[in-house]
């Protein structure tokens, strides 16, 4: 027999697992002596609207049998050593879940990734936060796995209608996340525990006979009668397929470039920048949890999420919070020299005593009238700009220029800044000396706002830390809503956050997925 109950209940019943069990056996009318009653937590999220915390629990009683697998699907991955080849480029979670999907349809994927594995790539972060160096092609952006692998492995998604949430989430659960990601409302893996996720997934495409080729740039397309038969690598090798999956994320300016250079249809598309917000989690916990010490053993490291319309010359523009990072930390995520670009990470247990989140503000064309000269890279030049500047003020290294919360409202320089997850160290700033009055304006807006919703989050005890400007990508390869093959070139499939069409791990998955099953119905021969 099995029962599902909708429960209610306090945080130590909801995490201790043993009061947990007793918890739900009395509330099914189940005795707790009965040897043959298994409990577990199928849905769980938090609910801290009120001055008692609560934890919302779907709860699932098995008695007398076994319970039923959480993880409802295995995939068959069969080989595709001789079968019929499409590249992928970019080995981030478009890209390695296109080519997982493509040879669950029996055709060969050849990814193309600039970076490095995920171990090799660990080298390469440490130098950008000890010794200030960028490699342009293996950073927090570049490298297996993407973005998301070194800066968080979040994976909520609004996405709802993009497609199968659950099935990525079980494919991550079989290569070897944990259970938790299919009941937590926000499911969350970890930096620390994401990296070997993305191994698995590149094992399990390599034994089926995918190719996975690392440090292999693509510098330019092998075009031919407004076809895109492949493309040609920085060693000048020509690889050829039957259609090409550009999901090369937000930060491959050069494939921007290269686009335009080429006069393949691009648009230039709003986003949004700002700054990264870094509090004590224990403050984030005290507002949030109603508390007035500390959250307890039970309860994990609070998140906020806000948002707030502002108007500057007459014009409304978002200012919002962006990938909140509980119990995290602040990394550099510069893709190249002569740049400064923050982004935030959280390890699994979110145990840091930081809080971090980026706070950003909507950037639309209009605001740029200065750029326009630069076409469809408008957005991108100035996103570049900023990044310079930003550069430029934290001393020309990684160090990033910062600015305490109410010295920032009240446009003083800071005698003195907090201590910081950041590790390249700061450097105490007039954030207005890079962000334009347009930004910082709605942002002094907001965060007085903010101050009124959340009591104590507007304090000289919170530090900006800028700049975050890789919110999304800059730039959209457009495609049609049907076929999602681009408009002008036959063949090329843009793909994931870099082409505008994702947000995130799951949206971009999600993305990969149904771009190689378009690319496979139109062109390759099954």
């Known amino acids: 027999m099995k029962k599902t109950l909708n429960l209610q209940l306090d945080p130590v019943e909801a995490y201790d697992q043993d009061v947990f069990k007793q918890v739900v056996l009395q509330k099914a009318g189940i005795s707790s002596d009965s040897a043959h ?12 609207r009120g001055r008692r915390v609560k934890v919302n629990v779907e709860a699932e009683v098995f008695l007398n049998e076994d319970p039923s697998p959480r993880v409802e699907h295995e995939y068959d991955y069969k080989s595709v050593t001789n079968s019929d080849p499409i590249i992928i480029v970019g080995a981030g979670p478009a890209g390695l879940f296109a080519g997982l999907r493509a040879i669950e349809l029996g055709v060969k994927p050849i990814i193309l990734e600039r970076g490095k594995d995920v171990r090799a ?6 130098a950008i936060n000890k010794a200030h160096l960028v490699n342009p092609d293996s950073n927090y952006c570049f490298g297996e796995g993407g973005a998301g692998t070194y800066s968080d492995g979040k ?9 199968d949430i659950r099935r990525i989430l079980e494919i991550l659960v079989n290569h070897g996340a944990t ?5 937590d409302a926000h499911p969350h893996i970890g930096t620390n525990k994401l990296p070997q996720v993305v191994t698995r997934l590149r094992e399990t495409i390599l034994n089926a ?3 996975i080729h690392f440090e292999t740039r693509v510098e330019d397309f092998i075009i031919q009668k407004g076809e895109l038969k492949g493309v040609i690598t920085q060693n000048g090798e020509k690889v050829e397929g039957f259609g090409v999956i550009l999901a090369t994320g937000h930060s491959a300016r050069d494939i921007f470039n290269l686009l335009h250079k080429r006069e393949i249809l691009i648009e230039a598309k709003p986003f949004a920048l700002g700054v990264r917000i870094e509090h004590a989690q224990n403050l984030i916990d005290r507002i949030q949890y109603h508390c007035e010490v500390d959250r307890g053993p039970y309860l994990p490291a609070s998140s906020y999420s806000l948002v707030q319309q502002t108007y500057f010359k007459g014009k409304q523009r978002g200012v919002f919070s962006f990938c909140m990072c509980p119990g995290g930390f602040i990394v550099p995520a510069a893709t ?3 740049e400064l670009v923050v982004n935030g990470m959280s390890p699994s247990r979110r145990d840091s005593k930081f809080a971090n989140s980026g706070m950003v503000v909507a950037v639309e064309l209009e605001d740029l009238p200065e750029y326009r000269k630069f076409g469809p890279l408008s957005a991108m030049h100035f996103q570049a700009d900023i990044e310079k500047k930003a550069w430029e003020l934290g001393g020309k290294t990684q160090a990033a220029p910062a600015q305490r919360m109410m010295d920032f409202v009240q446009r003083k320089v800071s005698n003195r800044l907090l201590d910081t997850s950041y590790q390249p160290g700061l450097n105490s700033v007039e954030m207005r000396e890079f962000l334009p009055d347009f930004i910082s304006n709605r942002m002094v807006d907001a965060f007085q706002a903010f101050g009124k919703k959340m009591k104590g989050y507007l304090t000289n005890d919170a530090q900006l830390i800028g700049v ?3 919110t999304s990508s800059p730039v959209r390869i457009p495609r049609d809503r049907d076929s999602f093959e681009h408009p002008q070139l036959k063949r090329l499939f843009p793909c994931g956050e870099g ?7 799951v949206s971009a998955a999600m993305d990969g997925e149904r771009c190689a099953e378009k690319l496979i119905a139109a062109y390759v021969r099954l």
């Open 209 to 211: 006979g995918g190719e």
């Open 179 to 183: 259970e938790e990601i299919l009941v």
């Open 121 to 126: 790539r660990r080298r390469d972060l440490a």
């Open 499 to 505: 082409a505008g069409y994702a947000g995130g791990i």
């Open 37 to 48: 009653a298994y409990v577990r937590q199928n849905r769980r999220s938090i609910d801290a």
């Open 468 to 470: 975050e400007s890789r």
């Open 155 to 163: 994976l909520y998604t609004r996405s709802k209608k993009r497609g």
């Open 336 to 338: 190249a020299p002569g």
